[in-house]
């Protein structure tokens, strides 16, 4: 069973457009779940974007690191996305804030599907992976595709 997945906007920085970044969520989730039907999500998962000031306090509370990160994922099913690494990110990668949105979504459900991205493999299978849905996502919901194969 397909878990319910919903967007909160908890940071006052940048404007999202939460009902594009739920739609996206859906259909990422929907990818992420096709690829592995034996995966066990929570029953409930929830993305919150969030300033850096929020992520870097979670950060050094939960995993000791007292620095913003862009996203951090916690099993039990709660998502947080920095919104401000993700405008920094686009800027010094060249993307755009909503791809930089998107890869981290899908960062953070692979994540809850088991990925690890801990050594030098699991990274490189993480990001093929993520990338690949992105951009079957991206061409479901009709969008030109913002990565290139």
């Known amino acids: 069973m397909t878990p319910a997945i919903k967007v909160a906007n908890r940071q006052r920085k940048k404007r999202l457009d939460l009902l594009a970044c739920q739609t996206f969520a859906e259909a990422a989730l929907a990818r ?31 995993l000791a690191v007292g620095e913003a990160t862009d996203v951090i994922t916690f099993h039990h099913g709660e998502i947080f ?45 993480m990001k093929v992976v993520q990338e690949e849905i992105v951009r079957e996502v991206e061409i479901a919901l009709g969008q030109e595709p913002s990565l290139k194969p």
């Open 81 to 125: 996305i920095s919104v401000e690494t993700a405008e920094r990110h686009a800027e010094q990668f060249s993307t755009s804030f909503l791809e930089e949105i998107e890869l981290y979504i899908v960062h953070a459900l692979l994540h809850l599907a088991g990925f690890e991205d801990r050594t030098a493999r699991g990274f490189k299978r």
């Open 32 to 62: 992420v779940s096709s690829r592995n039907r034996k995966i066990i999500f929570p029953a409930e998962i929830d993305i919150f974007f969030v300033s850096d000031t929020r992520i870097s306090q979670l950060h050094r509370d939960f």
